[in-house]
């Protein structure tokens, strides 16, 4: 059974940081693309963040320069370090496995609040 349990959300101020984590069991995690994915209320769901298995990173205009992508192969863990947070980084952050149009997995999501 694959699972993909996400931690570190929660309340920052404007101009503060917050790391997100992503755990992932139960499916070969080197074969998979990872991302981090939020939505806000009333937008559509947008792609932050992805990092392939070998390292190579892609980011959002949004938050290039103040976002950074990681992962742990060994610990089947990916990392979203959030620096220089702004109010519309306002957001459920969810991370996403990936591997070809079948193997699609999410997690349940985790709040992040930027707010003074």
């Known amino acids: 059974q694959v699972q993909l349990v996400e931690s570190g959300g929660g309340l920052a101020q404007p101009g503060g940081s917050l790391r997100l984590s992503c755990a992932a069991s139960?499916?070969?995690?080197?074969?998979?693309?990872a991302g981090w994915y939020r939505q806000a209320p009333g937008k559509q769901r947008e792609l932050v963040a992805s990092?392939?298995?070998?390292?190579?990173?892609t980011y959002a205009d949004s938050v290039k320069g103040r976002f950074t992508i990681s992962r742990d192969n060994a610990r089947y863990t990916v990392n979203l370090q959030m620096d220089s947070l702004k109010s519309e980084d306002t957001a459920v952050y969810l991370c996403?496995?990936?591997?070809?149009?079948?193997?699609?997995?999410w997690g349940q999501g985790t709040q992040v609040t930027v707010s003074s």
């Open positions: 996403n496995l990936r591997y070809g149009a079948l193997r699609d997995y």
């Open positions: 139960g499916l070969s995690f080197t074969f998979y693309r």
């Open positions: 990092i392939l298995s070998e390292g190579t990173t």
